[in-house]
């Protein structure tokens, strides 16, 4: 699967329930964007089940994915100020766009076992994971760190992120959808997007580039081909 296919099958939710007054007949925007975005997570990581993975190569998303899910935990008292994001970007970063979005996934799917799991889980996976995959996208032909561009990218997802989340929120729990009632729901969280875009910026370039020599490292000496 593209990297265009696999980004384009999951932004696809977010552009269903954008418009409900697109068809003439009524229908429950929360609950179809929601199945959507459940079918986008069953596609990857269906086809993911499907590629010849083996155990260094698990081993590492695994570990990856616990440590974001372990710097989740701690965090969360603290509004949205968290290194999750940074860790699922990164790898995304050096490993490619299924690794960043599956590491993302992860984290938040096991982080959310200690903090609270409920509707909200799938959306935050499929958040998560987008941040994870779109960092691939910066890499280019580039061999060295972009080490700025990388830190302004984790910044701009702090926001990103937040109006994924919101978006659920809007279909989900705002009565009646329409223009004033999103922009109203978008600018209440505004200071939650705000401390997790800055965490992410912090995190990045306190911890990017040792994070990023790292796995570079690993990925010529161990794994030696892409993970997924």
């Known amino acids: 699967m593209s990297k265009v296919v696999f980004i384009f099958l999951i932004l696809f939710p977010l552009t269903v329930g954008i418009l409900p007054n697109l068809f003439p007949f009524e229908l429950n925007w929360a609950v179809l964007s929601t199945i959507i975005v459940l079918a986008a997570l069953g596609m990857f990581f269906s086809d993911f089940e499907k590629r010849q993975t083996n155990v260094r190569k698990l081993t590492l998303l695994t570990t990856l994915a616990a440590l974001g899910a372990a710097g989740k935990v701690p965090f969360a008292a603290l509004m949205s100020f968290q290194p999750t994001m940074f860790i699922a970007m990164i790898t995304g970063y050096v490993f490619g766009p299924k690794a960043g979005f599956l590491v993302g996934a992860l984290a938040v799917f096991t982080a959310n076992f200690f903090i609270g799991q409920g509707l909200w889980t799938p959306w935050q996976m499929f958040a998560m994971g987008l941040a994870g995959a779109s960092a691939s996208f910066l890499t280019g032909k580039q061999k060295q760190f972009r080490h ?36 109203a729901t978008y600018l209440a969280s505004f200071s939650f997007e705000t401390v997790r875009a800055l965490g992410n910026l912090l995190f990045s370039l306190l911890l990017g580039r040792s994070f990023y020599e790292i796995l570079v490292r690993f990925r010529k000496k161990v794994v030696q081909q892409p993970l997924v």
């Open 148 to 183: 700025k561009i990388f830190s302004a990218f984790c910044f701009g997802w702090g926001f990103f992120y937040g109006w994924i989340m919101n978006f659920w929120h809007w279909v989900g729990f705002v009565y009646p959808l329409s223009i004033n009632s999103f922009l």
